[in-house]
T-cell receptor
């Protein structure tokens, strides 16, 4: 059971280069997310997709684009990488975006992608 | 002010000790609460949900105080394997998750 798989695990980019982080989940989840994690800060939401065909901005969307290719896959693209985008990126998925109080809707994370922009 | 605040630690404790972490949240409309565990250079994983009445899972006890807007995690009989970063997570309306920066726990023999 693979869960959430993201690639690449490590990447070094030069300023101005572009790249796409790939993510796929095999749990038939509706919702998928991209987070970044920086030292001393919590995970911050970049973009999310509540269902196939929809995407919405999160807390820190500038400099990124996303594509929800199908129910399984959700990619994150850096069009012109900047040093400020050096971070660890996590893809995640959950069953739904339920608004039920205390639903305990668990989010499952991929193993992370370490990106350095020089 | 951050939406979710945690003491970053590190908390250095001997094996067998009891340790407690607190986490405060700023939005009184927060709906769901969780503790996640993150090992070094690994992804976060759900440790436990936090319910209003408090809940226990083995050596771990979670409490929620809505009036004071904080949640807590108590770990009894600490093991070396408990060494990790513990993330406090709060869900706002629409299932928006907000993560704290984490509290580092180091259990030493």
């Amino acid at each position: 059971n693979a869960g959430v798989t993201q690639t690449p695990k490590f990447q070094v980019l030069k300023t101005g280069q572009s790249m796409t982080l790939q993510c796929a989940q095999d749990m038939n989840h509706n919702s998928m997310y991209w987070y970044r994690q920086d030292p001393g800060m919590g995970l911050r939401l970049i973009y999310y997709s509540a269902s196939e065909g929809t995407t919405d901005k999160g807390e820190v969307p500038n400099g990124y684009n996303v594509s929800r290719l199908n129910k399984r896959e959700f990619s994150l693209r850096l069009e012109s990488a900047a040093p400020s985008q050096t971070s660890v990126y996590f893809c995640a998925s959950s069953e739904d975006r339920s608004t039920r109080v205390g639903s305990g809707n668990t989010i499952y994370f991929g193993e992370g992608s370490w990106l350095t922009v020089v | 002010r951050k939406e979710v605040e945690q003491d970053p630690g590190p908390f250095n404790v001997p094996e067998g000790a009891t340790v407690a972490f607190n986490c405060t949240y700023s939005n009184s409309a927060s709906q769901s609460f969780f503790w996640y565990r993150q090992d070094c250079r690994k992804e976060p994983k759900l440790l436990m949900s936090v319910y209003s009445s408090g809940n226990e899972d083995g050596r771990f006890t979670a409490q929620l105080n809505r009036a004071s807007q904080y949640i807590s995690l108590l770990i009894r009989d600490s093991k070396l394997s408990d060494s990790a970063t513990y993330l406090c997570v709060v869900t706002l309306y629409g299932n928006k998750l907000v993560f704290g920066a984490g509290t580092i726990l180091r259990v030493k023999s």
